[in-house]
Structures are given as C-alpha cells and as structure tokens.
C-alpha cells in the first residue's frame, strides 16, 4: 500500500485557496463556457491527434539489400496494407488509417511520425506524469472528447514502442492506459491491441514495473500532484508584490519547473550520445556514421541512470560471428543499417552492442550461417561517463590518502603512548 502524504499547514493553505476561488466564481468553467467565442471554441477533432507517417527509404533494410524477404514488419502490422516497398524506395499510399503501428515496429527508424518521435512521446507523457497524481494515455475511439491536462491522446496506444514504457516505468509510477471493454474489438486497426499489449509486457518486464489500467472513464482522477500546486503556491505567495508590477504568473511555476525538468533529460540524452561516440567511435571502419536510433537513446539514457535494471532486461540480443565460417563477403554490414555491425580492414566482424537494434537482419542474410543471435547481458549497454569516472576516482584517491594519514597519526599517537607510559613508570 502506497505511503500516505503527511499534510501539513502549507496544504491546509492551499485548500483554503482552492475553497475561496470556488466560492468566489461558482459558476466557473460554466460561466466561462457560455461566454466564449462559438468560432474560436476548440471541438473535438480526432484527426488533430493522427499523422501519415514520413518515410526515410535508406534506413530501409529491403532497399538497402534488395532483398525483399528480409524484413516484413511494417507491413505485417498495417491493417490497410497501405505501405508498398519497391527496389528503390517505401511509400506510404492511398488507405493509411494514421495508427503509427509501422513507426513503433520499424527497428531502423525508416518510418517515423514526426509529431510522435520517440522523445516527443516520452516528453508528452513526463510533463502530465510530473504535474498530475495520475497520467492517462489512451486513444482517439477510447476518449471521444477533449483531452484533459493529463491525458495523453494517440492515434493507437500501439504507437508506443517498449524503449519508450521502459523509460516511463523507470521514472515514474503513475501512469495508467484508458482503453475501455471492447474498445479495441471494434477498432479497425485490428494489429494494435496485439502490438501494444506486447510493447508494454516487454517494457514491464524490463523495469521491474506495471502500467495501471482504467476502463471506466468515472474513475479517472485529474487531480495536481501535491509537488505541483505546492510550488504554484509558494511562487504565488513569494511573487505577490511582483505580479502587480510585472504580471508575473505563479501558476507558471510548476510548468516551468516541469521544463526545467524535461530539458535535463534532453540534456542527459545528449551527454549519453558523446559519451557513447568517444567510447567506441561515432564511425565505422569504413567510414561509415553509427546510428543510435531515437527509441534506443530514450532506453539508454534511463538505463544509465538506474543501472540495476539491466538485470531485468533478458531478451535483447546480438549476433555473434563463427570467423570459420565467414566469407567476409560484407552482406551483413550491408544488412545493418545502424552501422552498429562493421567489417574492419582484416574481415573481422564487430558489433557494437549500444547501437544494434536486435533486428537480426545480419545474421538472417548470412548465406554461410556464420552470425548467430545470442542473448546481450543488458549490463554492455551502460556507457561509461568519463566525468563520473574521473570524479569516481578522485574521490577514491583522496578516501585512500585520507586513510593514509590517519593509520599515519594512530601510529604517531601509539609512539606518544608508548613515551608517556615509560615517563610513568620511571616517576
């Protein structure tokens, strides 16, 4: 059972607050309502929260390899079969329902939706989780209405892909799905209950953590969390003589600590990458740029942070190469379009852990079977932070010179004894 917040007289305050501004505005968002503009009032528009997906035809492994029984993801998981892909280039035609599901199940990040990149969505969904005691995500057909300040509304729940949840389990415990019975039974993008129900079984088991479930929309709470009205309130107070002067808004507070908040995150995922580009090099070879896809950075990054969790992450893999068997013919560097797979000059392969998607294209391609999948111990994918480690071992030097002068003095000290206790016994 969840630990009970002590309250104290800050919360009786802003209660008090609360009562006040009911009492003296009863009518509220009523008032308000009736009194806006009918043309400028925002309406329900379930294609505001959809997008046709870009596509990026050289992340594409079938392009790339003209291969064309490679890979079949994306279009195993459209519901419309509106995904065609020639020797030359993916297209997305006539009949997309704009679900996002090929996004989420492209390893290569060949199909993307630009309003729902992996960062952005984990971003969307920080800010609610950071702001309200609970986060809702849910879809276009589940809601059936504007939005609340904490509901996070996507083409297909699906759309999330399992690097993402794992990241928002990681950081936070209040995020539940709003999918009512039966609302996906109906739905005519019949792959995404099967997609998002793997995604976040995956995500599950890599952090340790569940994903609540709502069914009923009477039982959603759109409550602030205490942190947040805490904060408007103290700014409130703090910034009283302020606001006359200045317009200085207190309820701007929370949000910006919440930015705040989001821009250190971007800022830890920009650290992961340099830290990962020095460590192993930001080429190949042969020249070639490593790509860390989107959904990786966002994995990574909360792996880095709470590195007890790669223990739990138990089907990731990678291939591994029988050099008897290798030809070095170069299919499968070929085959990877991370570059995380490289061929050095000697025909040795190398696969950089932190940059292969699982995809098992290399290994699929190999006429000769030289590349197998075997599991990853997730423990690889912790880049080493060279300012950490150099602040780590400094702290260990001066723990180890303060040890020194202190059997150093227990010495000295002993000698002094040793001295006094002959004077002793002399007098």
């Known amino acids: 059972m969840a630990k009970k917040e002590e309250r104290d007289f800050l919360d009786e305050l802003i209660d008090l607050q609360s009562d006040w501004q009911a009492f003296s505005n009863p009518l509220g968002d009523i008032a308000d309502s009736l009194m806006e503009d009918p043309e400028k009032k925002k309406r329900w528009t379930p294609s505001d929260y959809k997008e046709v997906p870009t596509v990026n035809s050289l992340r594409c492994v079938r392009v790339a390899t003209k291969d064309h029984s490679l890979c079949t993801r994306c279009l195993d998981i459209c519901p419309t079969n509106a995904i065609e892909i020639s020797e030359k280039a993916v297209k997305i035609v006539e009949g997309c329902r704009k679900c996002g599901l090929c996004s989420a199940i492209c390893p290569t990040d060949a199909i993307f939706v630009r309003s729902r990149l992996p960062k952005n969505l984990y971003e969307m969904v920080a800010r609610k989780a950071s702001a309200y005691k609970h986060c809702y995500i849910t879809c276009t057909r589940a809601l059936g209405r504007l939005p609340y300040g904490n509901e996070v509304v996507l083409a297909c729940v699906g759309l999330i892909p399992r690097d993402v949840w794992f990241a928002l389990l990681a950081d936070y415990t209040n995020i539940s799905v709003y999918l009512p019975m039966g609302i996906c039974d109906k739905c005519r993008t019949v792959t995404g209950e099967e997609m998002l129900s793997e995604e976040i079984a995956t995500a599950e088991e890599w952090a340790d953590a569940s994903v609540g479930l709502e069914v009923d929309e009477a039982d959603l709470n759109h409550e602030y969390t205490r942190a947040y009205k805490r904060s408007q309130f103290v700014s409130g107070a703090l910034q009283a003589g302020e606001r006359l002067m200045t317009g200085v808004n207190p ?170 206790e002959s004077l002793d016994k002399d007098n």
Request: hydrophobic share 40%; charged share 30%; with cysteine.
């Open 251 to 420: 309820a701007l507070a929370g949000a910006k600590a919440i930015a705040a908040k989001i821009q250190e995150h971007t800022k830890r995922v920009n650290e992961l990458t340099t830290n990962l580009e020095n460590a192993v090099g930001a080429r190949t070879s042969s020249n070639k740029q490593r790509m860390l896809t989107a959904r990786r950075k966002i994995m990574l990054e909360a792996l880095q942070r709470t590195p007890d969790l790669a223990e739990c992450i138990v089907n990731l893999t990678v291939p591994v190469c029988d050099s008897s068997l290798c030809t070095m013919c170069g299919d499968c560097a070929t085959a990877c379009m991370t570059h995380a797979l490289d061929l050095d000059k000697k025909g040795h392969v190398q696969i950089e852990a932190a940059y292969c998607t699982s995809c098992g294209f290399c290994a699929d391609i190999c006429a000769e079977g030289a590349l197998t999948m075997e599991p990853l111990d997730a423990r690889e994918l912790i880049v080493p932070d060279p300012q950490a480690e150099e602040i780590a071992r400094k702290k260990a030097e001066a723990k180890a010179e303060a040890k020194k002068l202190l059997d150093k003095g227990i010495k000295q000290l002993d000698k002094v004894g040793d001295v006094l």
